[in-house]
């Protein structure tokens, strides 16, 4: 199964031969914790909306989105040749009425042309025939049906391009782990050394100020224990093992789930947290310069992957 993004895009056209009439179906969508349809119909087609709110919803889990359907009579249609009967009946109107006005000017070309496509747009309008015309209402959901299936696999080529995305960061985060692993044992190691050396220093300190050996001896042993249990302390505050660890669960989750595909926005969210949390611990734990600047460059990537994966449904 593949990710989907939120973001998409698609649209068709149809026409109806009954009633000469091109109908444009849009679909598109962006971002959002929910799934939030608009629909923008002409009036004639809004008893419609259930029926097209049952496709969307059947297909579409998250996201924004917004279908849009105009319906546009052909010019063709609007400019064709009035018909015997109906010219027929304008001039026994005319004899009539300059009968009664004889300065009532005589009709021209052009006002019959606008008086006929008047009474034609009054007889058969396009979206009334096509909201009450079982076979164009056919046609119409299944254009409407094909449209989605564009728009979802725009979805899904979109999705398929954050899931590319955010492999490429997971293994730039678990390299930046592998080069903060073996900084924690040489920095115990370092910081020992420098214990003892200060305990060294206050030995040699302590040894000529007090010449008794009694004396010298407790105080000697005093400060190694002083010097050991503060490089304990050292390791255990600086020991960001399991931050690590914990990292690298979160990151084997996420390609879990990009694998696993499906609707798994929200579980993508809950982990970058999840990730920004071990990132910042790990920097609050730093002693060193390099481990700050690791830390810092996680928190960069963590960020572009969150922007990441709050599109996807």
Request: glycine content about 4%; hydrophobic content about 40%; aromatic content about 4%.
């Amino acid at each position: 199964m593949s990710v989907y993004s939120m973001t998409g895009f698609a649209n068709a056209q149809m026409t109806d031969a009954s009633s000469q009439t091109a109908v444009s179906i849009e679909i598109r969508s962006v971002n959002s914790r929910f799934l939030d349809l608009a629909f923008r119909l002409p009036d004639e087609l809004r008893q419609l909306e259930p029926q097209l709110r049952a496709l969307l919803t059947n297909s579409i889990k998250r996201g924004k989105v917004e279908l849009r359907v105009s319906v546009d009579q052909s010019s063709e249609n609007l400019i064709s040749i009035p018909s015997t009967a109906f010219l027929q009946h304008l001039k026994s109107l005319q004899s009539s009425i300059q009968a009664t006005l004889p300065d009532a000017r005589t009709l021209s070309v052009a006002d019959i042309i606008r008086m006929a496509g008047t009474s034609q747009r009054q007889a058969s309008n396009a979206s009334t025939t096509l909201a009450n015309n079982v076979g164009s209402q056919k046609i119409f959901f299944e254009h409407v049906q094909t449209t989605i299936s564009d728009f979802l696999a725009s979805r899904q080529r979109e999705g398929e391009r954050l899931a590319l995305m955010l492999h490429d960061r997971i293994d730039l985060l678990r390299a930046l782990a592998e080069q903060a692993k073996p900084m924690i044992p040489q920095l115990v190691v370092q910081q020992k050394q420098k214990f003892l050396e200060r305990w060294r220093e206050a030995m040699a300190i302590g040894l000529t100020d007090s010449p008794s050996k009694t004396s010298s001896s407790t105080t000697e042993q005093a400060a190694l224990d002083r010097a050991l249990g503060e490089s304990t302390a050292f390791a255990i505050r600086i020991d960001v093992a399991e931050e690590l660890t914990r990292l690298a669960s979160h990151l084997d989750e996420i390609e879990r789930l990009l694998h696993q595909g499906g609707e798994n926005g929200k579980r993508f969210d809950f982990l970058i947290q999840e990730l920004h949390r071990e990132a910042n611990t790990l920097g609050s734990k730093s002693s060193v310069l390099e481990l700050s600047r690791i830390s810092v460059e996680m928190k960069v990537i963590i960020e572009q992957m969150r922007e990441q994966v709050q599109n996807i449904e």
